[in-house]
């Protein structure tokens, strides 16, 4: 059974950092692109950032750009998404997906999905 498991939410103080992490079971991603999209209450989910397969080439949304920082480590079949100077606004459920082939900020692009993992980041 392939799973997407998120780890590394919680609660945070507007300005301060999380590690999102994302470990994968059941087949090896690594030729495959892993993404991060996120959802807040009564709005749409939205693309994040991702990593190519490689882990070359990083691509994120304009309003996590400069803060936000995409990894993998393909021999522990995980990916990783470092978030710092965070703003309440960045309060959401988070998302790890993957994909094959290049990066897609489209959500239905993605083929396997984790379960979620919440980020609350407080005034």
């Known amino acids: 059974q392939v799973r997407l498991v998120e780890s590394g939410g919680g609660l945070v103080q507007a300005g301060g950092s999380l590690r999102l992490s994302c470990a994968a079971s059941?087949?090896?991603?690594?030729?495959?692109?892993r993404a991060w999209f996120r959802q807040a209450p009564g709005k749409e989910r939205e693309f994040v950032g991702a990593?190519?397969?490689?882990?070359?080439?990083?691509y994120y949304a304009e309003s996590v750009k400069g803060r936000f920082t995409s990894s993998r480590d393909n021999a522990k079949n995980t990916a990783y998404l470092q978030m710092n100077s965070l703003k309440p606004e960045d309060t959401a459920d988070y998302y790890c997906?993957?994909?094959?082939?290049?990066?897609?900020?489209?959500?239905?692009?993605?083929?396997?999905w984790g379960q979620g993992t919440q980020v609350t980041v407080s005034s």
């Open positions: 990593i190519a397969s490689s882990g070359g080439s990083t």
């Open positions: 059941g087949r090896t991603f690594s030729n495959y692109v």
């Open positions: 997906a993957a994909k094959r082939g290049g990066i897609a900020t489209d959500w239905n692009a993605y083929d396997y």
